[in-house]
């Protein structure tokens, strides 16, 4: 099983994870499009036993647009998020894919929230469409 390595910006916060995602979704809503400062936010879900956080974290949580609270983990020093839970449940651990730095990295098998994509953005062949 290959380890993926994520960090934020600086490196002071880092985090490992074991094995393949869950799943690898992207989402066009405009929260996710703030967050990231791109036209959407493309995140990796990952066991949480098969997760290793290491670093300091500053916690944002944001109430998505079902009620579910979204615990966003920042780096204080450099502002890069890390990881973040949906909701109370920390049975999984939700990564940003371009924390990974990785360009081999699986293409997103879901596309959420398309009604809010911007026209230009191409969403994976074969990926579901979700809302």
């Known amino acids: 099983m290959p380890d993926h390595h994520a960090s934020c910006s600086c490196g002071q916060l880092t985090l490992v994870a074991r094995g393949d995602p869950i799943r690898v979704a992207m989402c066009h809503c405009f929260a996710c499009q703030r967050r990231t ?17 290491a670093g300091d974290s500053t916690e944002f949580v944001r109430i998505g647009d079902e009620g ?34 990785d ?7 879901y596309s959420v929230y398309e009604e809010r994509r911007h026209p230009w953005v191409s969403v994976p062949e074969g990926a579901e469409h979700v809302w």
């Not at 998020?81 to 990564?95: H, I």
Request: glycine content about 8%; charged content about 10%; aromatic content about 18%.
């Open 37 to 53: 400062g791109s036209t959407y936010g493309a995140q990796a879900r990952f066991a949480a036993q098969d997760v290793a956080i």
């Open 68 to 101: 579910t609270a979204c615990r966003f983990h920042f780096c204080a020093t450099c502002g890069a998020t890390v990881y973040y839970w949906l909701g109370d449940d920390r049975s999984f651990v939700a990564v940003p894919v371009g924390a990974f730095a």
């Open 103 to 109: 360009p081999t990295f699986p293409p997103p098998v």
